[in-house]
């Protein structure tokens, strides 16, 4: 069966391949590695106790701290001779998560990259510009591969040099942007300083995002100031890396790749199952990875599950964008804020950019919450009236939407700190 029959499988025949998948990743994870073989003693099941897809929810969650316990190839169900790639997280928090790639493995990679390309409505005439991070980072490497395959000239950008990433963008005439959201604004923002005219010096139709958390606003304004098709796309390197699930023209949500991950939603707090339709802690098993499966993984990403069928006539389930993280969520006087909540609030507001810090510290022993956001270039920092009444507006706004009160400190355009990676959105000064 093809990669394209799998998305419009119906849902009972679906489950019967992702079932015995997952019998196969159970033994295979039990025999051939000592942590899942000691996970499963501990708690008394067996891999063919396995006889439902009902009996997952049954089974030991893995966590980032079990692969830096088994750092660093500990997890590996394939010994080092059948494995042709590496990738890694950063380790800036201790030990890096490492993950091993098969040439089978390679193979599945590719083929859901080129799903979320060919629901983009991408093809072989298509000129790719990557700005994602080439190295140890499953970005850069993960669109290029795939794109190659599908035909798709790529220009290995990767991060950085922004003038002449714009240059290149330009002269080798790119249709598809591949980066960040946030490095998507900042290249429009630069373009524009640089005298660029985004709708008629660029030839982009449609971009690829993900990597961050980002809000509807932001989607809106990207589509807006250069005039593309916004799709997105999930991944996390413990899982596989991008391409785990896209977005199509028909939803913003995304399309998951049943056939090769298991998607479950549970509560970060008592770790229970939750049905579809309510937000939790998004949790995947992989069914189809040789190197490094990874059994009911625990992403700490928070989304919402759908199971309707899309317009598109795929019948795979479907996540909402990420809100944010279990660990990254700000409990501010009692009330959880997710930095996506408060930039969709900053974003309904004319006047302000999509630039800003979000810093919570200490009153006394109270919660404090502050936001620096620059305002738009059109704004005179200057007119006192005009920057009072933006400031109000964006008080009431969180207010009315979070339910907290917060300090706004208004800023020119281009004072705060640009990224030309993952953005760094929030300060928290309690921790120090």
Known sequence: MDSIQFESLPREELEAVQLQRLQETCLRAFNRVPHYKESFDKIGIKPEDVKSLKDLSSLPFTVKQDMRNNYPFGLFAESMDNVVRIHSSSGTTGKPTVVG????????????????????????????????????????????????????????????????QLMLMKDYGATVLGCTPTFALHLAEVAQKEGYDLKNDFKLRAGIFGAEPVSPGLKEEI???????YFETYGLSEIMGPGVSGSCPHSRYLHIAEDHFIPEIIDPETFDPLPYGERGELVFTTITKQAIPLIRYRTKDLTTLHAEPCECGRTLLRMESIVGRSDDMLIIGGVNVFPSQIEHVIAQIEGLSLNYIIIADKKGHLDRLELEVEVAETIEIADDEKMSKLKNELKEGIRNHL??????????????????????????????
């Open 101 to 164: 790639y098969t040439a089978e493995d390679m193979n599945a990679w590719n083929e859901i990259m080129i799903r979320v390309y060919r629901m983009a409505g991408l093809n072989s005439s298509d000129i790719m510009h990557n700005a994602y991070g080439y190295g140890l980072f499953t970005g850069g490497l993960g669109f290029h591969t795939a794109a190659e395959q599908m035909g798709m000239a790529v220009v290995p950008s990767s991060g950085g040099l922004t003038s002449r």
């Open 223 to 229: 589509e807006k100031v250069w005039g593309i098709q």
């Open 403 to 432: 339910y907290v009160n917060a300090n706004v400190i208004l800023v020119a355009t281009g004072t705060l700190a640009r990224s030309e990676g993952k953005a760094i959105r929030v300060i928290d000064k309690r921790s120090s």
